[in-house]
């Protein structure tokens, strides 16, 4: 388990992480969503000991990560998949992770296949390896030690969409064995797949925590007919706001039985009608993040595009 109480984190009078508290439960993947500079990384560092809060503490397997006398087989991170040794091939990290944790080399191998790198590509030079294989090499480090709990800051990058599909495989099987996984992400959709819990911060604090069900449930409906305008109209006569969200469809915070029973009495035949999901979690995203998006600043000496 991770437990995170009160953190804080200034630097030189900037605030970047502000009186953040919540719980990554083993057997979960949790899902930890925010806009870049919303103080997802920090929060992870000061986790892993590689940075000192200013106030508050976290606390990893009932204790401070600085504390455990063999981290590595504990807890698995990856913070920064291009931040290894270009110069060395990827068994050779694997092997110096494998020593300094006390573990034997023939787990290098075996991780090797796990994270699908190939001999030849084990034995490649690292400033050759695309940001996919250096993920696959980041994850492969990360598990080399049999951890309990994984924390793994944007695992996704540069992974192509089978690599995604494996990745999401692996967390998932992880978790489902009792693992701790938590996954800073800015991919939403495939947050939206995998996580059972999700963490949303903005502007360095929590704006919400909960399940991905719940969180979801406020989502509202998407849903479409022949003739939108009329469903708008007969939503908008039953006190339903309605609006586009693309692809020809409508989409309402009301929930889909309500919507579904509005357009029967009114006699309009749907052509969709489901929870909003996916775009649900985008929407809500923004919605909660808002004043941190970058692209709602106003640039000196000028308007808001």
Do not use: C
Request: proline content about 4%.
């Amino acid at each position: 388990m991770i437990t995170v109480h009160h953190l804080t984190k200034s630097y030189r009078g900037v605030t970047a992480v502000d009186d953040v508290s919540f719980t990554a439960r083993p057997g979960r993947v949790t899902g930890f969503l925010g806009p870049n500079g919303a103080g997802k990384s920090t929060t992870m560092r000061i986790m892993v000991g590689l940075s000192a809060a200013t106030s508050g503490h976290v606390e990893v397997l009932g204790g401070r990560y600085a504390d455990l006398p063999n981290p590595g087989i504990e807890i698995g991170v990856l913070l920064d998949a291009s931040a290894q040794h270009a110069g060395r091939t990827g068994r050779e990290v694997l092997t110096i992770a494998a020593r300094t944790m006390g573990l034997p080399t023939s787990r290098v191998p075996e991780m090797l296949r796990r994270v699908s790198l190939t001999e030849k590509e084990g034995d490649g030079r690292i400033r050759n390896y695309s940001l996919g294989m250096r993920q696959r090499l980041g994850i492969a480090t990360a598990l080399i030690g049999d951890p309990a709990v994984l924390v793994l800051d944007e695992p996704a990058n540069g992974l192509d969409p089978a690599g995604i599909r494996w990745m999401r495989d692996l967390l998932r099987d992880f978790a489902d064995q009792g693992g701790t996984v938590l996954l800073s992400s800015h991919l939403l959709h495939e947050i939206e797949v995998i996580a059972d819990d999700l963490v949303v911060i903005g502007n360095g604090r929590i704006v919400a925590e909960g399940t991905k069900r719940d969180l979801l449930s406020t989502a509202g409906t998407v849903v479409s007919s022949a003739d939108n305008t009329r469903l708008a109209a007969a939503l908008a006569d039953a006190g339903i706001g309605a609006s586009s969200s693309g692809g020809g469809s409508l989409h309402t915070h009301a929930e889909p039985h309500h919507v579904g029973r509005v357009a029967l009495v009114a006699g309009i035949a749907l052509t969709e009608l489901r929870p909003a999901d996916g775009a649900g979690l985008e929407e809500m995203f923004l919605e909660l993040t808002a004043e941190s998006q970058r692209d709602n600043t106003v640039p000196e000496g000028g308007a808001a595009a």
